[in-house]
């Protein structure tokens, strides 16, 4: 689900951006917010957003959200951020997170089943050439924060 849903809000400034709705300023003051929510949830340093994912349907609500859960939203589209980052570091900008998501798009249409941690990894060595264990064990699997600096 943090692919699924916090792709969907990470990719949504960008298209508002790209289609000039909004303006650079907006998107980075945006992404500044998300970063600081992100830093102000202690949650963050107890659940990985693979674990959000799978307790989407039991997640907890209340003080006890904030301070022991991820919600697959925001914290889903930091993880794509990193992501993203990283996708367009590794390969000087070849391979962004968007080609991951037209990937998933052509062989994960509604009509098929649908994919799996195993399969977005694959789509990730497929486009890059090398394999992504480490970064999705410290970035999906396990609590994690970033270097926003």
Same mark, same amino acid.
């Given at each position: 689900?943090?692919?699924? #849903?916090?792709?969907?809000?990470?990719?949504?400034d960008h298209l508002l951006l790209r289609a000039g709705l909004i303006k650079p300023t907006a998107y @980075? *003051? +945006?992404? !500044?917010? +998300?970063?600081?929510?992100?830093? %102000?949830?202690?949650?963050? +340093?107890?659940?990985?957003?693979?674990? !959000? /994912?799978f307790d989407e349907w039991i997640a907890p609500a209340g003080h006890r959200a904030a301070n022991a859960?991820?919600?697959?939203?925001?914290?889903?589209?930091?993880?794509?951020?990193?992501?993203?980052? $990283? &996708? &367009?570091?590794?390969? *000087?900008?070849?391979?962004?997170?968007? *080609?991951?998501?037209?990937?998933?798009?052509?062989? @994960?249409? /509604?009509? %098929? %089943?649908?994919?799996?941690? $195993?399969?977005?990894?694959?789509?990730?060595? #497929?486009?890059?050439?090398?394999?992504?264990?480490?970064?999705? $064990? %410290?970035?999906? *699997? !396990?609590?994690?924060?970033?270097?926003?600096?």
């Amino acid at each position: 689900l943090w692919v699924a #849903e916090g792709s969907t809000d990470y990719f949504a400034d960008h298209l508002l951006l790209r289609a000039g709705l909004i303006k650079p300023t907006a998107y @980075f *003051d +945006a992404l !500044a917010d +998300a970063i600081e929510a992100t830093r %102000r949830r202690p949650g963050r +340093a107890v659940q990985s957003v693979s674990e !959000a /994912s799978f307790d989407e349907w039991i997640a907890p609500a209340g003080h006890r959200a904030a301070n022991a859960s991820v919600n697959i939203y925001s914290e889903g589209a930091i993880a794509s951020w990193a992501l993203d980052i $990283a &996708l &367009l570091q590794q390969t *000087d900008g070849r391979v962004s997170y968007r *080609d991951v998501h037209r990937l998933l798009h052509q062989r @994960f249409d /509604s009509r %098929r %089943r649908g994919y799996t941690a $195993a399969d977005m990894r694959a789509i990730l060595q #497929e486009l890059t050439g090398t394999s992504w264990p480490g970064w999705w $064990a %410290r970035h999906v *699997d !396990a609590p994690f924060t970033p270097d926003f600096d």
